[in-house]
C-alpha cells in the first residue's frame, strides 16, 4: 500500500523551540512538496524538490525555515525558532515528475506552537 | 482575485441527493483537474484527476471540465453519510498546483 508517511503526527512545542518535521514519500517518486494548511489560508506551497533539489521554496519564511531532501526516501521541514503563528497542519505531498496532476499527500504533521 | 475559487460551504444534503460542488480558476495555463476528499484530521485524498476539458466518472463521482469557461464540477451520486468532508478542488500545470478552500459537505441520514 503506497502512501506518504510523516512524522509526527502531532507537535505541541513551545515558543522559540526547534521543531523537525520528517516525510517519506511514496517510492519511485522524484518530486516532493511541502504545503501548510489553516483555516484561514487553506493549502499553501512552501517548498519543492525534484531529485532532491530545491525547485521552489518562495512561500517559506527564510530566516526560520528550511527543508532539505537528505536522500531519496526523506524530506525534513525545520522550524528554528518556532512561533505561535506557525501553528498549523503541514503536508508533504510527492509525485512522479512526468506531467500528470497525481499528487498524493501525507496525513499531516499538526503543530501547535504555545 | 484567486486563482482557484470555491464556495466554502457549508453545503448540508439529505442521503441519496446528488451533490454538485464547482470551483472556478482564472488561469488558462493550467492543464490537469483535480478533487480531493478531505476528512477532519486526514490529508487531502485524491478522488480524481481530469487532462483539459471533458468528463471523468468513477462509481458514484463524476467531474467535469469546462475550459472554455473555467470551471470545474465534481458530481456525487446517491450521496452516503461517508461522503462528509471537505472536498478541494486543485489546477495544475507543471508543478504548479493551486487549491481551492475547499467546501464542507455534511450529508445526513
Known amino acids: 500500500d503506497a502512501r506518504v508517511t510523516q512524522t509526527p503526527r502531532h507537535k505541541v512545542t513551545e515558543m522559540g523551540q526547534e521543531v523537525t518535521m520528517r516525510c517519506q514519500p511514496i517510492l519511485g517518486h522524484n518530486t516532493v512538496f511541502w504545503y501548510r494548511q489553516t483555516m484561514m489560508q487553506g493549502l499553501e506551497l512552501l517548498a519543492y524538490f525534484r531529485n532532491r533539489a530545491p525547485l521552489d521554496d518562495s512561500g517559506m519564511p527564510k530566516d526560520r525555515f528550511s527543508a532539505e531532501m537528505p536522500d531519496a526516501t526523506l524530506a525534513t521541514l525545520k522550524i528554528q525558532p518556532s512561533e505561535p503563528r506557525d501553528s498549523a497542519v503541514y503536508f508533504c505531498?510527492?509525485?512522479?515528475?512526468?506531467?500528470?496532476?497525481?499528487?498524493?499527500f501525507g496525513e499531516g504533521s499538526r503543530l501547535t506552537v504555545l | 482575485q484567486k486563482e482557484v475559487e470555491q464556495d466554502p460551504g457549508p453545503l448540508s444534503v439529505p442521503e441519496g441527493a446528488i451533490v454538485s460542488l464547482n470551483c472556478t480558476y482564472s488561469n488558462s495555463a493550467f492543464q490537469y483537474f483535480m478533487w480531493y476528499r478531505q476528512y477532519s484530521r486526514k490529508g487531502p485524498e485524491l478522488l480524481m484527476y481530469?487532462?483539459?476539458?471533458g468528463n471523468k466518472e468513477d462509481g458514484r463521482f463524476t467531474a467535469q471540465v469546462d475550459k472554455s469557461s473555467k470551471y470545474i464540477s465534481l458530481f456525487i451520486r446517491d450521496s452516503q453519510p461517508s461522503d462528509s468532508a471537505t472536498y478541494l478542488c486543485?489546477?495544475?500545470?507543471?508543478?504548479?498546483?493551486?487549491f481551492g478552500p475547499g467546501t464542507r459537505l455534511s450529508v445526513l441520514p
Open positions: 486543485a489546477c495544475n500545470y507543471g508543478q504548479n498546483f493551486v
Open positions: 481530469t487532462y483539459s476539458s
Open positions: 505531498a510527492s509525485k512522479l515528475a512526468s506531467n500528470t496532476g497525481e499528487l498524493f
